[in-house]
């Protein structure tokens, strides 16, 4: 156990949006999650809860759905997991908020059954599987966005010298705290406005912006993914003969990438790529001496 210096390390995407109805929450996320899943050319999945609302955009965007129609904490991991086996390096959980509902709703059964009316007692089952759902999401080897519905009020607002109702989010519907657990947490209104409330990427700490969309996503990756000045390869030709290997020695790009935990060879730090590059030349030798003996 020792001290050392602090450096920063690459890390996914956890974001949360809440929003009241009708902020575009489900738009929000797909913009945004496109903007990531250019950048890295995956697909993206997206784990409905909302009635097919998901599906509403295929027209505008490129993703694969899974409707869950039974939203327990245990369907949600299941979902969550099958994405996470067909590889997509891009999450949408829309929303989360049906999960926290069917978990209030199975400790107010089991307060009222199994524990008579002590509702702490019930909730001594409650909170491990609520953090083990929760564990599931944070856990997901890409990037995720998670959505939830917030807790709506009406204001009087006087505008333009005119009276007007707008609906504000007052907290998410959810376990209070659960925005700490994200790496950045956003509060949306009905006029497309999103303020960064909780961000660990100081760029965006407190900021306000009207309809975030992909440019939104590629900045947030690139603001997480990229370590330092030299962290991406400089030289493009050394790009190329490190791809070029990986063709040539019929190496998985899926298995390779998540063996050296990257989503793009635009991550690589020139030194590493280096490093691979020999690591790869080596195997192609060993592959060629392997044909001259079987001649």
């Known amino acids: 156990m020792e001290f050392k210096k602090a450096t920063k390390q690459k890390q996914k995407l956890r974001l949360l949006l809440s929003a009241p109805s009708g902020s575009g929450k489900t738009y929000t996320s797909l913009r945004i999650a496109t903007g990531i899943a250019k950048v890295i050319n995956s697909r993206i999945a997206v784990i409905d809860t909302e009635k097919g609302s998901a599906s509403l955009y295929a027209d505008k965007?490129?993703?694969?759905?899974?409707?869950?129609?039974?939203?327990?904490?245990?369907?949600?991991?299941?979902?969550?997991?099958?994405?996470?086996?067909?590889?997509?390096?891009?999450?949408?959980?829309?929303?989360?908020?049906?999960?926290?509902?069917?978990?209030?709703?199975?400790?107010?059964?089991?307060?009222?059954t199994k524990y008579k009316g002590n509702s702490f007692r019930?909730?001594?089952?409650?909170?491990?599987?609520?953090?083990?759902?929760v564990k599931s999401m944070l856990d997901f080897n890409g990037h995720i966005i998670v959505t939830s519905r917030a807790k709506t009020e009406y204001v009087q607002e006087f505008v333009n010298g005119k009276n007007t109702v707008k609906k504000v989010g007052m907290g998410s519907e959810n376990r209070k705290g659960l925005e700490y657990e994200f790496t950045i947490a956003a509060d949306g209104d009905t006029d497309g406005n999103w303020v960064f409330s909780k961000s660990r990427v100081s760029e965006l700490a407190q900021k306000i912006i009207h309809h975030p969309g992909e440019e939104l996503g590629e900045q947030l990756y690139n603001w997480l993914t990229v370590v330092g000045v030299d962290a991406i390869v400089t030289d493009p030709e050394k790009k190329k003969v490190l791809e070029d290997l990986i063709m040539d020695t019929d190496t998985d790009v899926?298995?390779?990438?998540?063996?050296?935990?990257?989503?793009?060879?635009?991550?690589?730090?020139?030194?590493?790529?280096?490093?691979l590059i020999d690591v790869l030349t080596k195997k192609k030798e060993k592959q060629l001496e392997k044909e001259v003996d079987k001649k």
Request: glycine share 4%; no cysteine; hydrophobic share 35%.
């Open 254 to 275: 899926v298995k390779f990438k998540n063996f050296y935990n990257i989503d793009s060879f635009d991550e690589l730090t020139d030194e590493k790529a280096t490093t």
């Open 61 to 112: 965007f490129d993703f694969d759905v899974l409707e869950l129609n039974d939203p327990t904490v245990d369907n949600y991991i299941q979902a969550i997991k099958k994405a996470e086996a067909a590889e997509y390096k891009v999450l949408v959980i829309d929303s989360s908020t049906h999960g926290w509902q069917e978990l209030l709703d199975y400790v107010e059964k089991l307060t009222n």
């Open 122 to 133: 019930a909730w001594g089952e409650g909170t491990p599987l609520y953090n083990k759902w």
